[in-house]
């Protein structure tokens, strides 16, 4: 493979992670449009739904 090539794979790739970083920031403040709650709730919202219960320091840990 060319370095030419590669660069070019890596390039697209970069992009489509941006993209797809972009639309679930956008689906996540849809949500928590929804649900009536702010950005960070929602991101303690979904730890919580991932990990189950765990103490507020280590929430905030998580959530950093």
Known sequence: MSKN????LIAGLVAAV????TATEMLDAAIADYLGVNGTDFRCLDILDQDGPMTAG??????R
């Open 5 to 8: 090539s590669k660069n070019e």
């Open 58 to 63: 280590r929430l905030a840990q998580r959530a």
């Open 18 to 21: 941006r993209a797809s970083q």
